[in-house]
């Protein structure tokens, strides 16, 4: 299994950029996905989720400007970002579980499979 995630950029304070991250080499409808990021000197942390293609689930450091979703039929979710703020800026990571539980939806030990990461730098 591959994840590979692309559609990090620079982008001024108040900006949006929207993330992909494609699937290959598996089956992935009743994959939990998500995404966490990791700024530098900073432990990775968790950012968004979709529960088994299901209910979604934020950070609170995004919660509201930040939008998760997937295309279950293309093997991609996507993370919509807006209102950009320059401490979102970080290496943006998607990731995909088989058996992913609500205890670990929000932990890195919760997914099995990673993408490399994109940067996104946000300019204030």
Do not use: H
């Amino acid at each position: 299994v591959q994840l590979q995630a692309s559609g990090g950029g620079l982008v001024q304070t108040g900006g949006s950029l929207r993330l992909s991250c494609v699937a290959s080499g598996g089956t992935f409808s009743r994959q939990t996905w998500a995404w966490f990021r990791q700024a530098p000197g900073k432990e990775r942390e968790f950012v968004a989720a979709i529960f088994r293609g299901g209910i979604s689930y934020y950070g609170d450091s995004v919660k509201g400007r930040f939008t998760i979703s997937s295309a279950n039929a293309e093997n991609t979710v996507y993370l919509q970002m807006n209102s950009l703020k320059p401490e979102d800026t970080a290496v943006y990571y998607c990731a995909a579980g088989s058996g992913t539980i609500m205890s670990t939806l929000r932990q890195k030990a919760g997914y099995d499979y990673w993408g490399q990461g994109t940067l996104v730098t946000v300019s204030s």
